[in-house]
């Protein structure tokens, strides 16, 4: 089966958004890691390209704070720059990743409910839309 991490991205995407407005944050946090993970991945494949697919399905697996470090790399390297807009690389170094989108990924979806409270899913719910709003600029702009 062929990934599609940036369809993936969205649906996970609007999903959490939907439980979170049925008060489930607990999954909603799980699925913003999901597509904030997709994300990531999307535009970094930009980089290993398609011949190197199999990287991010098994040499990343759930792995998001070693994703966007390597997106970080990707995007200094001048050899690479022009490969994604060069200014995601100065959005990105701003960007907090909350600490809790990725801690326990995915094993936490097997957790207990009352995990997370509403400012945990909100910071969440912000990493996540950033990344998305960043995924489709670069779409947009021709570099996906």
Do not use: W
């Not at 999307?42 to 697996?61: A, F, P, T």
């Not at 704070?65 to 701003?94: E, R």
């Not at 909350?98 to 997370?116: C, K, N, Q, V, W």
Request: net charge negative; aromatic share 12%.
């Amino acid at each position: 089966m062929t990934e599609h991490f940036f369809d993936a991205a969205l649906r996970h995407y609007t999903d959490a958004c939907i439980l979170l407005q049925n008060d489930c944050p607990d999954n909603a946090v799980c699925l913003f890691a999901n597509s904030a993970e997709c994300v990531l991945k999307s535009l970094i494949e930009v980089y290993i390209g398609q011949n190197n697919r199999s990287i991010l399905q098994y040499g990343y697996g759930h792995k998001g704070t070693c994703l966007l470090n390597d997106l970080y790399l990707f995007i200094s390297n001048s050899f690479y720059a022009s490969l994604l807009n060069p200014a995601l690389g100065l959005k990105l170094y701003d960007f907090l990743l909350p600490d809790m989108l990725f801690h326990e990924h995915p094993e936490r979806r097997y957790a207990e409910t009352g995990r997370f409270n509403s400012q945990d899913t909100s910071a969440c719910k912000s990493a996540a839309e950033f990344l998305i709003q960043e995924m489709i600029e670069q779409s947009i702009d021709g570099y996906l």
